[in-house]
């Protein structure tokens, strides 16, 4: 029998798209990949039955779960009531004050994430990316060529400009859809992100630039002369034709042109 097969006491819910890593081989080799050491407190997001839990409170100095579904959170507090390194939160971490979570310092974080949720949850670490040194999430393939491509037009957008200006992304490997119980129906690829102190590029407002991308990817086939109004070659460009640099180029002179005339 294989060591990532094994019944399951609690049944994976649906709706909640969950998918419990069956692996721990696996769950060591992406828990090392967050460098932990004993000084790190660590933010584990939807722990499930806790199989990279059991690793995370071994290195580092304190670990914080957040788990939305009761039943799991019950596994939880008896699979490590007697441990003293972790603190267990129940509810769901969209809705959650990363601050009061974090209590103002700056955390490491683990996810294998529900895919339902991976993308509202990656806009959610940007925003707080104050309170976040680096992260290792399993995401669907999908999702992570998105954060770190840039010549595919397909993948390319909102937040692959995002995670280049705010972060070093890097895809370290994949994980066979084998290693989990139920078996996803999509490939998964783990991610390290390391947020960055300061923007790659001189961004001010996040939530304004933040805006401004979106906008133009939801038009992301027409030219910029009819979109923005530019003028020029880049005016005949299309969103996906941009570089990160460019965006914020266009973003920057737009941006200080309307704070100048308000």
């Not at 393939?141 to 954060?147: G, H, K, P, S, W």
């Not at 401004?212 to 910029?224: D, E, G, P, Q, Y």
């Amino acid at each position: 029998m294989n060591s990532h097969k094994k019944k399951h006491t609690i049944q994976p819910k649906k709706r909640l798209s969950q998918s419990f890593l069956q692996s721990r081989g696996m769950a060591k080799k992406i828990v090392d990949a967050l460098y932990l050491s004993d000084e790190d407190t660590v933010l584990e997001v939807g722990p499930g039955t806790g199989i990279l839990t059991e690793f995370l409170i071994q290195k580092a100095k304190k670990v914080i779960v957040v788990e939305k579904d009761e039943r799991l959170v019950q596994v939880i507090k008896e699979k490590f009531k007697n441990t003293k390194n972790i603190v267990i939160w129940e509810g769901d971490i969209l809705k959650e004050d990363i601050k009061d979570i974090s209590e103002g310092q700056r955390l490491k974080l683990i996810s294998n994430l529900p895919y339902s949720i991976s993308k509202q949850f990656l806009y959610l670490l940007l925003e707080n990316r104050a309170f976040f040194s680096c992260a290792v999430l399993t995401l669907q393939r999908e999702v992570a060529q998105r954060l770190v491509e840039q010549l595919d037009k397909k993948s390319y957008g909102t937040l692959s400009i995002m995670y280049y200006c705010f972060s070093d992304t890097e895809i370290l490997f994949p994980i066979p859809p084998s290693f989990f119980y139920p078996r996803p129906k999509v490939s998964s690829l783990v991610v390290r992100i390391k947020l960055l102190v300061t923007p790659r590029y001189p961004i001010d407002d996040y939530d304004n630039f933040f805006s401004f991308v979106k906008t133009c990817f939801a038009s992301r086939r027409k030219m910029l002369r009819k979109t923005l109004g530019l003028s020029g070659s880049l005016g005949e460009k299309r969103p996906e034709d941009l570089t990160p640099e460019e965006f914020v180029h266009i973003w920057r002179a737009r941006y200080k042109t309307q704070e100048s005339n308000s």
